[in-house]
């Protein structure tokens, strides 16, 4: 095993990469040497694994169901059968903060998904090609900049109608324009460098240049970007929830809990104050992971 | 200006070339009118001060700095508007910063196959070990990044890059500046010997006297965007310059601990 492990760690670390693929493993293992070199960045890290192994294992790991009401156990503090106690409507709490991390990762990884590749391309085109495109795709970004997140999200989920899907769609449009800036200025620095110039002399279309030589260069700053901005998609969802514009009763969405939670918050304290916690916990993951990401992916430390 | 006791026709060809920066008020001219010739297999030499217009001119060649000219032909074909991928394959250019010149997050062996794909060269990877074999890289490099290698072996894969089109004119863009003293020797060496292999001709632009007495056989010498004087770098070396700012030029050197009596050897050929 040891000898395994060390000719693994000689493997990786070896000065001579024999393939592509042996590079780019190399790449890899030096990336996440810096990330492990953060304990706040693996406390983080662990949270969200948690939290994934959570969202998939959770019909086997809720003792309840989320939905099931028992009139009779309203309001039950914490103890023994009840974790985290029970709702008003006599639902497990515990049961109901599990199922709903599916809601809130689904949220975050399709609200990721959408985003990341919108911003990009925006903004390695606004920043690569300048002039009237960059002038007309920056003013439609600013558009959307110049409005606060969750209130353009409000106006989009009250004309769309409230539901867990529209509440994404309207995080989605609040949350590209930042990426999109961040990608710009990041092309307009790397478009004149000599590298992309010596591609240009190689006869490359503008379009290779942009997807194949600016646009990879953009990906380690927006990766950060979105992990650092994922902690605001859940906040902003669960403000949504709150204002019960998001995911609708009875589905377990965190922000929507807390809203419920507010009207015990004097004599039932937990109804509230556990979800709050939830979105408290994985927000501070996500930040904490994308700072130690920021770290790692930085190459100006190579 | 141009050479009339060379019979070939000039590989290189411009007249009266104009490069301007800025619109309106902020207009600049980086290059105003500059005319001269190179010959095919020859090394030329653009020597002068920093903000003189030097490298501008090779940007012009190359496209990347708009310009104007009354004569612009480049390996027989007139460059002035359009330049396809055949000039790109004839002309290719080695910058002055070879780490800013190479993408940082390539390995070495993908620096090379991104002008094959992009020109469809064929056989690459047997064109792409034959540029690392001349010059002198060792393949168990092949699979490294940029920053891990040194400035002199990153200079040589910008030169292999530059090699894959097997192009006829090479830009050199003070290729050595970056460099410590002893790793621009190597380079010069090396680009000496591609000329003899190939039958490349350079253009090279340098603020060092010696680099060009080293290389060059004729030199320009350019001052706020103009060619002061086009001389034989015999005559540059022995006191043959007639332009007070090119004497000026070589006293500064002189000043500076550089004759370039004393650096420039004979070349090997």
């Given amino acids: 095993m040891s000898i395994d492990s060390k000719g693994l ?42 939290l994934v192994f959570v969202a998939i294992f959770v019909p086997w790991l809720a003792p309840y169901s989320p939905f099931e009401q028992n009139l009779r156990e309203t309001l039950v503090a914490p103890n023994s059968q009840h974790l985290l106690g029970t709702d008003e409507l006599g639902r497990d709490i515990l049961s109901r903060i599990l199922w709903g991390s599916r809601i809130t990762l689904s949220i975050v990884a399709i609200v990721s998904v959408i985003v990341a590749p919108i911003g990009l391309i925006v903004g390695c085109v606004a920043g690569y090609y300048g002039g009237w495109l960059d002038t007309v795709l920056m003013r439609i970004t600013e558009l959307f900049l110049s409005f606060p997140s969750l209130i353009l999200a409000l106006a989009f989920v ?8 529209n509440a994404i769609i309207a995080i989605a449009l609040t949350q590209w324009p930042p990426i999109a800036r961040l990608a710009r200025a990041e092309s307009l620095s790397l478009r004149n460098r000599d590298h992309i110039s010596a591609v240009r002399l190689m006869g490359a279309s503008n379009l290779r240049i942009v997807l194949g030589h600016i646009a990879p260069l953009c990906v380690p700053s927006v990766i950060v970007r979105i992990t650092l901005n994922m902690a605001g998609i859940i906040l902003t969802a669960a403000g949504l929830g709150f204002l019960g514009l998001g995911a609708q009763p009875p589905s377990p969405e965190w922000g929507a809990m807390v809203s419920t939670g507010r009207r015990f918050m004097l004599d039932s304290w937990w109804v509230g104050t556990m979800p709050g916690l939830s979105i408290l916990t994985v927000s501070l993951a996500f930040n904490l992971v994308g700072d130690a990401l920021r770290d790692a992916l930085d190459p100006r430390q190579e | 200006m141009v050479n009339d006791n060379m019979t070939s026709e000039p590989i290189i060809e411009i007249q009266n070339l104009v490069v301007t920066f800025g619109e309106g008020a902020d207009e600049r001219r980086a290059v105003s009118g500059v ?54 394959r004839k002309v290719q250019m080695v910058f002055q910063d070879p780490y800013e010149a190479l993408h940082p997050r390539h390995t070495i062996w993908r620096q090379l196959m991104e002008p094959a794909r992009i020109m469809n060269i064929p056989d690459a990877e047997a064109r792409g070990h ?78 060092d006297l010696g680099v060009v007495a080293h290389m060059c ?18 005559a540059l070396v022995n006191g043959g310059a007639t332009q007070t700012y090119t004497k000026r030029l070589i006293a500064a050197s002189e000043a500076y601990g550089e004759d370039p009596r004393d650096i420039a050897q004979p070349r090997a050929s």
Wanted: aromatic residues 6%; hydrophobic residues 45%.
């Fill in chain 2, 130 to 207: 034959a540029a690392l074999d001349s010059v002198g890289l060792s393949r168990a490099l092949l699979w490294r990044y940029p920053h891990q290698l040194s400035g002199g072996q990153r200079q040589r894969v910008a030169i292999a890059r530059a090699l894959m089109s097997e192009p006829d004119i090479l830009l050199l863009d003070e290729p050595t500046s970056a460099l410590d003293v002893s790793v621009q020797a190597e380079i010069l060496n090396l680009l000496c010997d591609l000329q003899d292999e190939r039958g490349l001709t350079y253009l090279m632009v340098s603020h």
């Fill in chain 1, 158 to 165: 009250a004309a769309l109608g409230p539901s867990l899907n």
């Fill in chain 2, 35 to 88: 005319s001269f010739a190179v010959h095919r297999g020859e090394t030329f030499g653009l020597v002068g001060e920093s903000g003189s217009g030097k490298s501008t001119i090779l940007r012009a060649i190359t496209g990347l700095a708009a310009n104007e000219a009354d004569v612009m032909r480049v390996a027989g074909a007139d460059v002035r508007t359009r330049r396809g991928k055949d000039f790109y």
């Fill in chain 1, 9 to 50: 760690t000689a493997w990786l670390t070896t000065e001579e990469p024999s393939s592509a693929s042996h590079a780019a493993f190399q790449n890899v293992w030096l990336v996440w040497r810096r990330f492990a070199s953060n304990p706040l960045g693996i406390a983080g890290l662990m949270i969200i694994l948690l």
């Fill in chain 2, 217 to 234: 056989k004729r030199t320009a010498v350019m001052h706020a965007g103009i060619i002061v004087e086009t001389l034989d770098v015999d």
